[in-house]
């Protein structure tokens, strides 16, 4: 994954003077991201539109796929990078993970509300509906969506400190637990209660469609790490002026 | 003091302060009952067996979240959390405790919602009591760590719910599944595996919720 090789250089140098922040590397290194997300995703859509083969069935509509799927998936990245910060947390202590792990949720968050409108829209040009209880990817994104929105009232709602620093942790690794199980509660609840009408064309792809999928997939993580950044660089120094106020005070 | 014997002592205590005080499980009970009554006025005259066994879970998910409100209400506000902490036991036996203690509560809630349910709308099948038992764990092992959670933030009863019920969903898919589905074996089988993997999940993180 992108965003997890270039957020080593974004964090803060620990043990570096102590009003670096590490903003300055961060910066750096978020704009080399966004330059990079810009091309991929110039690249990608433009290989979308122009050179990918149109779908048999769905036509010119088919074309949302290359921005839905790699959107939904850098919001599982999202996620599952929150829970690897937050059970780094738990295991050395070290408070600087808790804001990485914060600002990925954030991320997650916002990927997985642009999934929820992205795959409405789709539904709505495909089925005429805005929503489908039939379509399980959208209805699990539902689920993990409500899950981590509580995260942000549970953190806003405790005092800053290191109590809400490891529950904030405990919670993103539930989400982790969560993804994989909900996966499999709509999985049955689909083949039973909903019946199936759509499924994915995952397996089958013409090369030139994953070709082009593939370029949009590493845009679109590359928009989130230099997104990641950008906000973790913003929240350091947000918490270093805080820490500069309350000595001067 | 062998683990286990920590876990009864624990679980003892709140069992023992649940039927001095009778704070939490008459709330319950009348709850799931009046529920119920309200679901029955809610639902259309034909009302389908799907909708009321629908009906019965929303209850029984609602009845726990009030029932895990309480859960720690007694430790926040006697200061009890912190010498428990300090008691010389493993953390989590204090999370295990508490899960008998609520388990056992939702017991006695569902003793009473069974029965209801059967008499007011219709039959309750073996797939329902045991996925109704599988769930129970479930919710209590899931519960009782959000409880806790919750417990440090200022907003609690509000939080609560927030955090629960998304992780309640695979509960009530497994539940309504078992017992309206032509297989239930799968969705059993389902229920017991959110079981143990949330189970040991709670278990192994619930001294980093309460620990300083």
Redesign the interface.
Known sequence: MSTSSLSEDGRTGKAGPAFDFGVASGRRGASTLALAAAGLLVGGIALALYWAPEDADQGFSQKIFYLHVPVALTAYASFAWAAWKAFRL?STRDSRYDLESYTAVHMGVIFGLLTLVTGSIWAKISWGHWWSWGERQLVLFL??F??Y??YF??RY???PG???E??S???A??GV??IP??F???R??GT??HPTVFTHEGANLPWEMFLAFCVCLAGMLSLAGSLYLAELAGKRADVALRDLRELLA | MTYASDVAALARKDLLLELRSRDTLPAMLLFVVSALVVFHFALPAEESERAETGLLWIAIVFTALLGLTRAFAAERDQGLLDGLVLAPCDRSAIWLAKCISVVAFLVVAEAVALPSFALFFGPVGWELVVAVALADIGIAA?GT?LSA??A????RE??LP??F???A??IV??G??AS????PA??LG?LA??DT??AI?SWA?FE??V??
């Open positions: 738990l689920i993990v409500l899950f929105s509580a009232m549970l709602s405790t005092e290191p109590r809400r490891r529950n942790a405990v919670y690794l539930f637990a969560l199980v909900s499999l509660a709509v049955i609840a039973i209660l | 899931v760590l959670v919750a440090a933030s200022r907003a509000l939080v927030l955090l019920l998304p992780l969903i695979p898919i497994g309504v599944g309206l589905a032509g297989n799968s969705f389902f595996l959110y993997i949330f999940l993180s980093y919720v620990t300083e």
